[in-house]
């Protein structure tokens, strides 16, 4: 039988960096061309944080956005969930620093740490915690500061990612509107295809790591991409079927941004129609665990999406993890 939601989105809100970092800007860095980068990833500019700003910093900008829109104070959240693989320092979390720059109470705040998959994990940890009644107002936030861990030298990494954050609040269901499904997987075997090895237990940071940028990103693209075509479409497919639902009942695909290929070859899979599947990569890049909330935001805004929209939602990053939602707004 299907089950009524328990939890459901109250408010959305989005912060990209004032900074641009266009192709052409990046053809001065590397050997590359604004045909090679719009060709292959449908991306045409980037946004870059500035000297100073933090992880937290943006997070918190989105929060504040998201609360507004929710109507909901900071003071009334019972949790804050953040998805980053940049967050401020090791340790603490990023959450305990957005904790304090938004002014909530000593609600748990915990970061999770699922790469591109981070907000739609954060998502479906937070309608569970909603459906057990333990919580009635989490923050779920998707942050990356990506232009400071990747390496600027080399073009197969440099030219896909950007900064931003985006973020919702999530409170109970009301009626047939809310969270329908959400799954979450990860599959290990594929661990090192995307990865920054050095700043860990396995390999502390040394003089040596630091020589060989192993303090940066690296990724086997191709291993990242079949990986996405194949189990971003299987989640999709359970998110709606789990919902009890049809692909046609879906109004609005908001899929993570990572390569527009990816996309086109996912929501083709599916018979998705074109119009359907929103997209900001042209602008914005691929901002990891913050791509989803602030395209959802950003549509929500804009009044594209409009409440009772169905809207799938699905993610896949390093791991590789991936998942996927169904909401009705
Ligand atoms: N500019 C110009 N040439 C480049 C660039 C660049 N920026 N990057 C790579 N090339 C070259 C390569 O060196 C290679 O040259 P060669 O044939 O002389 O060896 C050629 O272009 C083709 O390289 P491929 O890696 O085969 O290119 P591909 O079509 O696979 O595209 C890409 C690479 C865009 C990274 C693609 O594999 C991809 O998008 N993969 C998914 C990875 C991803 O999105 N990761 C983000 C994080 S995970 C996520 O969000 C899902």
């Not at 003071?75 to 979390?93: F, K, R």
């Not at 359970?238 to 639902?245: E, R, S």
């Not at 169905?310 to 896949?316: D, G, I």
């Amino acid at each position: 039988m299907i089950q009524p939601p328990k939890s459901r989105i109250l408010g959305t809100g989005h912060f990209l960096p004032p900074n641009v970092r266009t192709n052409a800007d990046l053809e001065k860095l590397v050997e590359t061309s604004d045909q090679w980068i719009r060709e292959r990833t449908g991306i045409g500019e980037r946004r870059v944080a500035g000297d100073g700003m933090v992880t937290s910093d943006m997070a918190a900008n989105a929060a504040k956005n998201a609360l507004e829109a929710a109507g909901t104070s900071a003071s009334e959240l019972d949790m804050i969930i953040v998805g980053t693989v940049t967050p401020d320092m090791p340790m603490p979390a990023t959450a305990v620093f957005v904790q304090q720059k938004i002014g909530a109470p000593h609600c748990p705040a915990f970061d999770i740490s699922a790469a591109c998959a981070g907000f739609v994990f954060g998502l479906s940890i937070a309608d569970k915690f909603i459906a057990s009644g333990t919580a009635k107002r989490i923050l779920v936030i998707g942050v990356e500061l990506l232009s400071r861990v990747v390496n600027w030298e080399d073009r197969t990494t440099c030219v896909l990612f950007g900064d931003g954050a985006g973020a919702v609040v999530l409170g109970p269901a009301e009626g047939d509107r809310g969270l329908l499904s959400t799954n979450t997987h990860t599959d290990g075997s594929l661990g090192e295809s995307l990865m920054i090895q050095a700043g860990g237990s396995a390999m502390p940071i040394t003089v040596e790591a630091l020589a060989n940028r192993k303090n940066k990103v690296a990724m086997r693209g191709q291993d990242i991409f079949k990986a996405a075509v194949k189990n971003l479409h299987s989640a999709s497919q359970m998110a709606v079927d789990q919902a009890g639902m049809k692909n046609e009942d879906v109004d609005w695909v908001v899929p993570h941004q990572a390569n527009l290929r990816i996309i086109d070859q996912v929501t083709a899979r599916a018979n998705y129609p074109k119009h359907k599947v929103l997209s900001n990569i042209e602008r914005v890049g691929n901002t990891s665990s913050a791509s989803i909330p602030i395209l959802l935001d950003q549509n929500v805004r804009a009044g594209v999406i409009k409440p009772r929209d169905v809207v799938l939602m699905c993610a896949l990053g390093a791991g590789v993890s991936w998942g996927a939602a169904l909401v009705r707004m």
